[in-house]
Each structure stands twice: as C-alpha cells, then as structure tokens.
C-alpha cells in the first residue's frame, strides 16, 4: 500500500505529537499514581533545568581536563647516578617489585627504564616515530595528572602495572629483560623464534600502546568507585551515563595529556579503521571489572580457536595483559601483595568516611574481623583473579607459571580460613588482626579531585557550613569505646555497627546537623519533577549515548575549545616464601553489581 505525501506527513506529524504526549506533556496536564497535575515545562522537563545538559556536560569536561593538565610546574627527569640506575634495572626485573618502596624520582626513572626497554625492540622506535627523550616528558605529565593523596591508586600503582605488563611480555619472549639498558651495545633486539603466537600478533606499535594503557589507565583517579559516583550522581557518571566513568575520564586524560606533550599525530588516524586511538581507548576500557564477564567470554574465544580476525586477537590480547597487570597482585610474593592489600583498603576506608559524611548509603563491605577477611581474599581470587590467570595461561602459555603463585597464595587463605572456622574465638575486630585500615584522606580533601567526579553536595556546599574534617574525624573516634588512635572506620568494623557508631556523634554536633541536612535537601528532588523527566526520557527521545564517543577528544595544546616470564629461583622462592607468612589484609570482595573499580 502506499500513502499520499499529504496522508505521510499527516502520520509523521500525529507521531511526533504524540512522543510528546506520551512523555512529558501527558504528566504536566493530568495525574498519575496520585499526583496532582502540576503543568512543569511542556515537553516533560522543568521551565529551569536543574540537570546539565550534555553540551554542557561536554564543556566542562574539556575545560576541567585541560585546567587540570595546565596547572602546575612540568616535572623533569632527573638521571640517577650509575649505581642507582643499576639497582633500579636490577628492581624492574625482579617479580617483587615494589615501586612503594622507591623514592619519588626513582619511581618516575624506573617508568622511563622499562618505556627504554621497549625501544630497544626491532621496529618500535620507528613506529613510535618519537625519541626516548620524548618518552620522559610524557610520563612526567602522567605523573602529575596522578592523586598522590590516594593510597591505592596512584602512580605507584601505574608503574606496578606497566613493569607487570612488561614482565608479561618478558616471559612470553616478547620483550627483552630491563637488564639489556647494562649493555654497552644499541643494537636492537630481534624476538628470538618460538615466541607465543598470541603475543607474536601485537605489532610494535601495539606494544607501545599497551604500556601507555598501562602507565596512564588510572590517571585521574578520583580515589572512589563507580559505584559512588553513580550514588551520588556526580556529573561523570551523568555524561557516561554510569558506564564505566571513570575510565573513560582515565581515557580522556590520558589522550589530552598525549596531545599535549606532542604525541596527537598518533590519535589522529581518521582514515585507519584499527587505529592507535581505537586500541587504546578499548585496552583502557577494559579495566572495568564490570565488562569482566564479557571480556572472559570474548577471550576464551580465541583460546579455543573460535576466533580469525587479526584485529580482535590484537584488542583482546592488549586487554588481556592489562587486566591481568591491573589485578596482578594476588599472584605478587605475599609480602607485596599485603602492601598492595592494605592499601586498598586504606582507601576504601576514606571512601567510606566520605559516604558517612554525605549521609550516602555504603556501597563498600567492610571485613568484620579476621575470618571474613580470609573469606574475601579466597572469594576475590576464586571469582576473578585465578580464573583470569589460568586463561591467559591457556593463551599464552609462558604466562602459566604466574597462576601458580596465584594459587599457592590461595592455599594460604584458605588454609587461615579453616584455622579460623574451627577456632572457638569470635570474627570480630580485636581477634588476632595485626593490620589495621586507616582513612588515606578526609572527606574535604577529596575537594582536589577531578571536578566533575565529586558530588555537587559537597563541592556546592559553603565553607562555613563544613566542618574542620579532622576534628570531625577526631570526634568520632573520641566517641568510640576505642583507643583515641582508631581509625574513623574499619574494614574490621561491623556494616552496620560502624555508621551508627559514626552517626551518632554527627547528630550530636550542630555545625554537622547543619551540614547533613543541607547535604540531604541537596539530593531531594520534587517527585512530580522527577516523575515527568523520566516519562520524558522513556519516551520522547533518549539522550545520545557517550559511551562509545571515540570521536571526541580534547583539542591539541595552545587551543582553547569554546563549546555551549617467572624465573625458576623466583618462582620457587616466593612459593616458599608464602608458606611462612600469614596474610592479615584483604582485598574488596565486589559489590553486588560487580563494581570493583
């Protein structure tokens, strides 16, 4: 059948009124559910939007990374003297490696020692197309980019999982050990035959992308999850629309800051479908433990021989690598991975002052004692890392022996489990736990991350109406039947013993009481409202998804954008290592949505 044009442009003008109708208009003119029409902006938005909108959104996330960028003096890399240089090459090689050890200048060397490394490989230089010199400017950017204030993820963590990364490829043949800089020779090394077929796949340029993924993956990281900025509707996770924010904010970041210390010719391929840009932005994104699942399914393809294009085995290789650097830890001598443990709880704990503070629901599950703090450990590599491990093992081969360090960790905790269990004593803070989580940073230091990670409670909030954070924390240790050095909050702590614990001081202080009901009006919103724009939403139109938004990105510098292998001894010495040590930290179990980020 066919229509009349007059009879088409009737139906499409029915339709289009109708859409409206349906959303917004239908709500503003009539009840629903009991509520009393109240005739809010025609279309099913309010007359004055009090949600950004995401041209806005756009502007300010340009103007935020390029102002957090620019701040600040350029870092410069200081060489070591000849021995420390040694001792660092010597560092980088070993599989205990511990960056938190190092001072600060040593650290941001070593970065350099392992990118150097790198370009002693045939063909990487070339396809770089930049000096190592270059290579130096580009981590001190990174650097500064990093919150030192976060206990956890920090540019530590960023060179532990770029020397990780790096060990990966080491015993998969691909990349030459640190030890080849002691080499008076510049002869570059050629990849001896026999190499992995999966890692022989990446090509030189990969390669660099991968360790750039590496070293750059967390830049930014505000020092909580997803999850909390979902809660607070801070507007990075508005712009994503909570899909995976925070890495695309580490994406962003990272891109800029390639831009600006002169690397944009690589990102700017608009004619190369598997583009340098492409592959970084994925191996990046890849990091969200939420995409996990996903991400074990599409690998196990290749594993099994189900999957030909050359490009997905190179994506899926490079998100391989990373991920397993990313979570490497629990397979780390035991020593280094109860820093890395305690660590994270640490900030975990500053998180969950900050929810207390925000009067926010807990989105972190806290270990009550040393019993559950086993539990979690066994859960956590059970779930995510062990897996992980054994199917990179099955792709690579090479890479196996690093999951049976995993696993020989694993047979400690389960080991301190059954110790535990059939102990007469309580699963309570006060038993036989040596290791103690302390907040990392204050509620109002959290003021310093990246804008638009913060909620708006909080950085709206007047100055007067803020307490001194560390007489709030003071008092509420004070109130406590604890010792006046107790942490604010626990891992150890009871969920529902701490806030209450927490709480009931708030409610005794009037400048807090002023704070928290300023903080709970900020986060009310009119049901009427609210009721309309999500009738508006599901019906009328939906709002572009950024998720995939590989096309953006911020403007070069100068332009300011107006928009409305394991070794044998050290593999056997670790596994006897773990045999004499008893774990006393934990790492986050996930929370029911699989956030762990």
Known sequence: M???????????????????DVGGLALALGAEEGNQASGFGWGGWDQVQEEPQYAELLSKMYNDTHTALESGDDSTMIPPERDIRTQLINAADAWGFEPHKLPEEHLL???????ETLFRVEGVEEAVGVSIERIGELLCGLRKAYRQQNSYHNFQHAVDVLQATHHFLLSAGRVPPVSILMQESDKHWVPPEGV???????????LFCLYVASIGHDVGHPGFTNTFMKNAKTPLAELYDDKSPLEHLHCTLLMHTLRRQGFGFLLDTPNEPHSFRKLLHDTVLATDMRVHADFMANFGRIVNGREDDLWVKRVLVCQAIIKWADISNPCRPLGVSQHWATALANEWTSQAVLEQYLNMPASLNPTEGPLSEARSQVFFIETFALPLFKLTGQGIPPAAPYASLCGSNLS???????????????????????????????PEDFLTAFPMTLPSSLVNADHSERLSQSEWATSTASGSSESPNSPVLSPTDPPSAAPSRAMSIISTNSTTAGLSSILSASCVVDSGKA?????????????????????????????MVQVPGVSADIASGRIGALASNTPTTRREVPVADGTTK
């Open 196 to 206: 992995d077929p999966l890692a022989a796949c990446l090509r030189p340029l990969d």
């Open 412 to 442: 400690v905790w389960k080991d301190r489990v059954h110790t535990l269990s059939s102990a007469s004593c309580p699963d309570t803070a006060e038993t036989e736990s040596t290791t103690t989580a302390t907040p990392s940073q204050l």
């Open 109 to 115: 060397y070593t970065s350099l020692l392992v990118f």
């Open 2 to 20: 066919y229509l009349s044009a007059e009879s088409a442009s009737s139906l499409a003008e029915r339709a289009r009124r109708r859409s409206v």
């Open 531 to 559: 009721a309309i724009r999500a009738a508006y939403k599901a019906s009328v139109r939906k709002k572009p998804s950024f998720q995939n938004r590989n096309s953006w990105s911020p403007a070069p510098r100068g332009t």
